[in-house]
């Protein structure tokens, strides 16, 4: 009975293993796991998206990807970055064995994708380029760039290399976004409120540092096609209004004193709806878009949609110059 039973496994297995090479598949056993390297130790996602990867004992783990490799980066003149570049990187080399590499060019050598994580944009251009030349997959967090030319040159970049990338908030993903978002009780989306802490940072225009989270909510409801941006200013909160192309409004609120929540309200054609504070934002939907990408290819957000938002918090400080005046966003578009 045992003779039959393992013969009949065995036989079973060959037939699934048949089905999937026809089908262009590998069996599961088969799967190759995607070597992931980071550049930047500077940031809280190193050490949770690692331990996101690398323990399967993590109750959020995601299989098919694992980080292999970093390069430390930092920045001097920003004290969230030298202050924590070495004691991020010591830990995901102490706990997850994690190698620690001398230069970009050494770790594109060691991996298949990368997770440019630099909490400082301005390196971001010259840190993707080599990433660039070596053609691998790459995820940029935020701040994508610390300028809206620094972002269009690195689409240029991706463009010209044939390789493809995103950036994104986790907030995009997160459960009570997607939730509103596909939301039936709320027709068409008419219009949006979203709101997230926004300190600022002096070498960043002022939404770029942290305000792209509430962005980011925002055309995650409203998509893409904004077209001017006016702002309202005060020592303790930022209001900004686009007006999109098709007439609708969208606001987002970032604050800096009193209750630092995340939010977000959509006006709908037949029903109005909103998120139910405290909302809950964790890596985990977000990483899981990533290693789906550094597999597929296929970036589940279009560099066009990055670029508009880049543009509509640079139209945004311009605003503030103006004493709120609204800005086109094809003024920051089109500088040359």
Not at 12 to 26: E, I, M, P, R, T
Not at 207 to 229: A, K, Q, R
Not at 240 to 263: A, H, N
Request: overall charge neutral; aromatic content about 10%.
């Amino acid at each position: 009975m045992k003779i039959f039973a393992r013969t009949l496994f065995i036989a079973a297995f060959a037939l699934s293993s048949v089905w999937f090479l026809a089908n262009g598949q590998k069996p599961a056993a088969q799967e190759q796991v995607i070597k992931v390297g980071i550049i930047g130790t500077d940031t809280s996602h190193v050490p949770a998206f690692t331990k996101l990867l690398n323990d399967p004992k993590e109750p959020g783990y995601i299989p098919g990807a694992r980080v292999v490799a970093a390069f430390k980066g930092g920045s001097p003149d920003v004290e969230s970055s030298y202050k924590r570049v070495d004691n991020y990187a010591n830990e995901i080399h102490d706990k997850y064995g994690v190698e620690i590499v001398g230069s970009i060019e050494e770790l594109v050598s060691k991996v298949d994708a990368v997770l440019l994580e630099s909490v400082d944009g301005r390196p971001h251009l010259a840190q993707v380029r080599p990433v660039f030349k070596a053609k691998k997959r790459v995820f940029i967090d935020k701040p994508f760039a610390a300028s809206y030319a620094d972002a269009r040159e690195i689409v240029r970049l991706a463009r010209e290399s044939s390789t493809p990338f995103f950036s994104s908030s986790s907030l995009r993903y997160a459960n009570d976004v997607v939730a509103l978002k596909n939301k039936p009780e709320l027709g068409g989306i008419l219009g949006a409120l979203t709101f997230s802490p926004s300190p600022t940072e002096p070498h960043h225009p002022d939404l770029f540092w942290y305000g792209i989270h509430g962005v980011e909510m925002l055309y995650t409801l409203m998509g893409p096609g904004c077209e001017s941006v006016s702002r309202a200013n005060a020592a303790g909160a930022d209001v900004v209004t686009g007006k999109w192309k098709d007439g609708r409004l969208g606001t987002f609120r970032g604050i800096r004193e009193g209750k630092q929540d995340y939010g977000a309200v959509a006006f709908g054609t037949k029903a109005t709806a909103g998120t139910t504070p405290p909302m809950k934002v964790d890596y985990r939907n977000l990483l899981v878009e990533i290693v789906t990408f550094f597999q597929t290819g296929v970036a589940p957000i279009q560099p066009e949609e990055t670029l508009e938002m880049m543009a509509f918090m640079e139209a945004a400080d311009l605003s503030k110059a103006r004493g709120g005046a609204p800005v086109m966003l094809r003024e920051v578009q089109e500088r040359k």
